[in-house]
């Protein structure tokens, strides 16, 4: 049976100029609306069952995997298998109800997408945490600049990686470079090596005080650059380049990278 909410007969009155302005849970009652009259219309099967994910689906404002929603629909007593699950997100991105992500880690993510509001994304690359975000001045400077070059912006998404607070406050002030993720700007603290190690850094142009940037950090290297050059380190190599954030003058020695130092200093 169809939510009692839902009248065949009536059409959902179209959404407010200002949506912003409504609740909401009045926005969702509107976009339920929306969905059953949509679906009806285009003769789609089983529109009880996808108005259950639809349901859950709105039920939160996180930025979910497949996987997570249906973990949801079985917290609500829905047991769908993950084909139909899906399908059904497939078909509420074609008509507008939901948006598909894939950020830099590459798994794909749903999010809501209501009528008259537009956010852009924070991602941290640690803990993969997605914030949104809105700026008016911001989107009044993307329109401007489109104007100036002769540009039509029909779309446009914004996304900046990089480390949340809790992953910044929780980290090591002082790591190895092996632990940087890509795109950060550093500072080498020290190297940890024996003196073969040190003398092939050093000769590299690496040296205690220079700033970098982390260009890739893949599973057997990592690229970075100074002074325009880019450098290739291995993972072992890399763990002996002990850095901190630029911004750092003087941080403390984590009790437990004191002891990495001391065991690399050994060789």
């Known amino acids: ?32 609306q929306q969905f059953l009259s949509l679906f009806e219309q285009e003769a789609i099967d089983q529109i009880e069952k996808r108005f259950q994910v639809l349901d859950t689906f709105l039920q939160t ?5 497949r996987d997570e929603l249906i973990q949801l629909l079985h917290q609500n007593g829905f047991d769908m298998d ?24 590459g798994v794909i993510r749903y999010e809501h997408r209501h009528l008259g509001q537009h956010h852009d994304h924070m991602i941290c690359t640690k803990c993969h945490r997605v914030i949104e975000f809105e700026n008016t001045p911001l989107e009044e400077l993307q329109t401007r600049i489109a104007v100036e070059h002769g540009f039509h912006m029909l779309q446009h998404k914004m996304e900046i990686y990089g480390l949340c607070e809790k992953c910044r406050t929780t980290r090591r002030q002082i790591m190895p470079l092996v ?6 700007r550093l500072s080498i603290h ?3 090596a024996g003196r073969k190690a040190r003398m092939r850094l050093t000769s590299m142009g690496l040296r205690e005080g220079d ?8 599973d057997g290297q990592l690229v970075v650059a100074l002074d325009a050059k880019r450098y290739v380190l291995g993972k072992g190599l890399a763990r002996k380049i002990m850095v901190q954030d630029s911004d ?10 004191q002891g990495a130092i001391a065991d690399e200093s050994a060789e």
């Open 82 to 105: 993950s084909a139909f699950v899906q399908e059904t997100l497939a078909m509420m991105v074609r008509f507008g109800f939901a948006q598909k992500s894939q950020f830099d880690n």
């Open 211 to 218: 700033s970098i940037e982390v260009l890739a950090n893949n």
């Open 61 to 65: 404002e996180r930025h979910l995997t």
């Open 1 to 32: 049976m169809l939510p009692k909410f839902f009248n065949r007969s009536k059409r959902p009155e179209p959404a407010p100029k200002n949506s912003r302005s409504m609740g909401m849970k009045q926005i969702h009652l509107q976009e339920k």
């Open 248 to 257: 750092l003058k003087e941080p403390d020695i984590l009790p437990d990278t």
């Open 190 to 192: 020290s190297l940890v």
């Open 179 to 184: 632990m940087a993720k890509q795109g950060e």
